[in-house]
């Protein structure tokens, strides 16, 4: 005899519903009905289940039966539009879920409320649930749907099949998440330095450390207006910042250019021309007079004047000598 694996581990009360779905009601009356019984205890029996020859499994089946013609209709039909109706919100808890469903449908089907078939109803939830995390996660864009599924604790082997991926892109997203939450972790820890501070305080100290806005947004929980104001505040600090900087090096250069030629004293001016004299005549190149001139200190004002019009050396001389 062959049996199906899947079939097997089906509870009897539940593959007695399912073959009433096979059912006409009109036509189970007199000998048609017994004719129905005993065609589906045997498809039971080959199915591994002893029905036709066990008195408890075939009064099982006929007071099943009996349920089924009484309201009119088989269980499995209200159980399965149940199921059907169920939303994500309906089975965020899938045990709250089931005990609902139960005992709505027991006002009518009495036999549903024995404990023993609460774990199969229970089990068909969790499918329904499965379902419907998946059909979302499918209408979601890019990565987003396998993100779902793993924020959902859905089993890796599930979302790789039920996504159609390959089991490196789901390592892809997993590594993300990963990094996602160390940054989370991380940006926690620059929230602690900043406890006690206000929003502009935190926010600043979170875009001096390269946090992103969204992330900045979702921990620091401030809006948009909060960061755009904060970063108009860093951008006029900047440039401030970079004025003195430039103000800072322009002084800087001046300092190392020297005096001008009208502030260098007579004495000094002697002594550099003397120098620069010396310099000239180690080298004529224009480069390594000025490297020289500028390790001995000269003033640049000076400096140019010996590269570009050495002649006027003697008449600044002239000059300082009085």
């Not at 108009?232 to 430039?246: F, G, V, Y």
Request: hydrophobic share 40%.
């Amino acid at each position: 005899m062959t049996t199906s694996d899947e079939t097997k581990e089906k509870p009897l009360w539940l593959l007695i519903e399912e073959n009433f779905l096979e059912l006409d009601l009109k036509d189970l009356s007199g000998e048609n009905r017994e004719a129905a019984i005993q065609r589906i205890a045997g498809k039971l029996d080959n199915a591994g289940y002893n029905v036709s020859h066990h008195g408890g499994n075939l009064l099982q089946l006929r007071w099943a039966m009996d349920d089924m013609q009484k309201v009119g209709r088989p269980l499995m039909k209200d159980l399965n539009d149940a199921i059907a109706a169920l939303s994500l919100e309906d089975v965020a808890d899938q045990y709250i879920a089931t005990s609902k469903l139960i005992n709505d449908l027991a006002e009518t089907w009495h036999q549903l409320k024995k404990s023993e078939r609460r774990p199969d109803v229970i089990q068909m939830v969790e499918k329904a649930k499965l379902d419907l995390l998946i059909n979302k996660a499918k209408g979601l864009p890019d990565d987003e749907g396998i993100r779902f599924l793993i924020g959902e604790k859905v089993a890796d082997e599930v979302i790789t099949n039920a996504l159609s991926i390959t089991e490196e892109k789901l390592g892809e997203v997993h590594t993300q998440i990963k990094k996602e939450k160390a940054e989370r972790a991380r940006v926690a820890t620059l929230l602690e330095v900043v406890e006690g501070k206000s929003n502009e305080e935190k926010v600043k100290h979170l875009i001096e450390n390269n946090v992103s806005e969204n992330l900045i947004i979702e921990m620091a929980k401030v809006d948009q207006g909060v960061i755009d104001g904060v970063k108009k505040s860093m951008e006029a600090e900047l440039k401030e910042q970079q004025k003195l900087a430039e103000e800072e090096a322009a002084r800087k250069k001046e300092e190392a250019a020297g005096p001008s030629l009208d502030k260098i004293p007579p004495d000094k001016m002697l002594e550099y021309i003397e120098s620069i004299r010396e310099i000239m005549e180690f080298s004529d190149e224009e480069k390594e007079i000025r490297v020289m001139c500028d390790q001995s200190a000269i003033p640049k004002s000076l400096v140019d004047i010996a590269v570009s019009e050495p002649a006027r050396l003697d008449e600044l001389e002239k000059k300082a000598e009085g």
